[in-house]
Structure formats: structure tokens, C-alpha cells
């Protein structure tokens, strides 16, 4: 029984097809099924059931996909203790993260992990919403709030909070909001896909600003290319914004009459991979990041 094949059984159970698996690899769909067979051959049972209407476990491959798992994330353990010990950390790491903070976080710092694990090396998928860890091959994600999946494991690895700001070529042609009334009579950015984000609790008040918003968009990447460029006027991650105010880009607005709502940041991560070196090393790292005053 070839481990690498075990990798192919757990891969074609998580992504529901031979030829997804043939694509991910890029090799072609015969090598897939030789290996399928080599495992069925090998420990003597049918593990799939197939179809016209697609793939399904056997009872025989129910109970091999939850050992397969097991035994791979031994390997891949101890294949990462050794590697370390032998020549530091090293290898891929999936990660997927928001645009937003990509940008903001993984990106500007990427040299520094560099020149400390030089065998490390990123594949970063930036996307807004939530990935599929185990069908996407996501090794860490990066994810604000809630985290809410009882199969992954959790690391809170810092503190995120938002503030309203404006572009200084929207304020020359609009003013500058003294309270949060005049915000009324401005340009406002909402987020579509995420409604809540849309609530901007006041300080002086119990009830929220309902954000509208003269304009949408559905990436936060996107929000803060907008305000930018002096759309208007939006909530903005304070550690995206700080250094446009810095460069005289953006501007911070009634400071004091919002809450921030400082949000917990979370590298998630599959239960079976948590533990290898490559993994912990990224997650130190932009622990330390976040962390940094």
C-alpha cells in the first residue's frame, strides 16, 4: 500500500471526481484510477461505489477514508519534524485569506517569513468568501468573527477593528462630516454580501446607522480601492487604512461617535494538519504581525 496512493483516495472523496483530482495533479485520469486500483488491489476491498450519477463510499472505504486521514497526517508529521531538523522549515502552504488582508497582511510581510523558513513557499487564494478548506486543499485560512466549524481547528491570532474614513479629494468636494448626522447628506460604500457590516453602531445613540450606501460592492478589497479614490465614505480595516493616513491618502472621520467592533482574526485550519512545522511557522508568524503594536 503506497501512501501516495491513500493521498489519492482522500483527494478523489473531498473534490467528488477521478478527473478533478486528474486536474489538481495535472496528470492524466488514467493515472488516478491506476492508483485507485492499486488501493482497492492492495487491501483486497472496493472502496467507491461508481456510477452514471457519480462517486460513493462503500462501507469498506467509510472506515479507510477516516484511517487513511489518520495515517497521513502521521506522515506528514513526521515528515515535517525531520524535514525541520534537517533543513529547516519547508514546503507548500495553501493559504486562503480575503483580498483585503492580503494585502494588508500576508503580502507587505511575505520577505520577512521568506528570509526566515527560505524552504517555505505560499499559494495564497484571496477570496471574500468563506473556501471549503478540504475540497479546496486549503492549509490555513485567515478569517474574521465567528468561525463556527466544531472539524477545524481554531487559533485566534489577533484583533481587527473598523473606522470610518474618506479619500482627501472627496472631502474637498463634499466637506468633512463634523457628525454623524451630516453623514446623511454623503456618499456611503456598503458591503452586498455581508448585510451586517452595513450597521454602524453609534456611540450617542442605541440604535445603529443603517448603511444603504449610494454604492455596493461585494469585496472588501474592492471598498477600500473605492474610498480611495474618492467615491466615499466607508468603514475601513483600521490595519488597511493606517498606512494611506500616514501617506496623506485617506483620512479618518468622526473618530469617537462609532463603535469600532474590534473583531477576532482566526487561522483556521483541518484538524490533521494543524501541527506540521510549515504550518505552525505561518501561523507564528502573522500572529507576531498582528500582534505587533
Request: glycine share 8%.
Amino acid at each position: 500500500m503506497e501512501l501516495d496512493d491513500l493521498r489519492v483516495f482522500v483527494r478523489v472523496t473531498e473534490l467528488g471526481t477521478l478527473s478533478a483530482v486528474a486536474r489538481e495533479r495535472q496528470v492524466p485520469v488514467s493515472q488516478i484510477t491506476r492508483a485507485m486500483t492499486r488501493l482497492e488491489s492492495a487491501l483486497q476491498t472496493r472502496l467507491l461505489h461508481r456510477s452514471t450519477h457519480g462517486l460513493s463510499l462503500t462501507d469498506e472505504g467509510d472506515i479507510c477514508l477516516a484511517q487513511a486521514r489518520s495515517m497521513l497526517d502521521s506522515a506528514d508529521t513526521l515528515e515535517g519534524e525531520l524535514g525541520r531538523h534537517r533543513q529547516g522549515v519547508q514546503g507548500w502552504v495553501r493559504v486562503g485569506v480575503s483580498a483585503l488582508m492580503a494585502q494588508c497582511v500576508v503580502i507587505p510581510h511575505l520577505p520577512t517569513l521568506y528570509a526566515q523558513h527560505p524552504g517555505l513557499h505560499l499559494d495564497i487564494r484571496a477570496d471574500d468568501r468563506m473556501v471549503d478548506m478540504a475540497r479546496d486543499g486549503i492549509d490555513i485560512a485567515i478569517r474574521s468573527g465567528h468561525v463556527g466549524h466544531d472539524g477545524l481547528v481554531a487559533r485566534q491570532i489577533g484583533l481587527a477593528s473598523r473606522s470610518l474614513y474618506a479619500a482627501p479629494s472627496y472631502l474637498a468636494r463634499h466637506g468633512t462630516p463634523a457628525h454623524p448626522d451630516d453623514l446623511s447628506h454623503h456618499h456611503l460604500i456598503g458591503l452586498s454580501h455581508v448585510p451586517a457590516m452595513n450597521h454602524w453602531q453609534r456611540l450617542d445613540a442605541p440604535h445603529s446607522l443603517h448603511v444603504q450606501g449610494a454604492s455596493r460592492v461585494d469585496h472588501t478589497a474592492l471598498l477600500l480601492s473605492m474610498v480611495q479614490h474618492g467615491v466615499g465614505i466607508s468603514r475601513l480595516l483600521d490595519v488597511a487604512a493606517r498606512p494611506l493616513v500616514a501617506n496623506g491618502q485617506l483620512v479618518p472621520l468622526l473618530q469617537g461617535c462609532f463603535e469600532q467592533d474590534a473583531i477576532a482574526i482566526y487561522a483556521v485550519m483541518l484538524p490533521e494538519r494543524h501541527r506540521l512545522p510549515k504550518i505552525r511557522a505561518c501561523v507564528d508568524h502573522w500572529a507576531a504581525v498582528l500582534q505587533a503594536p
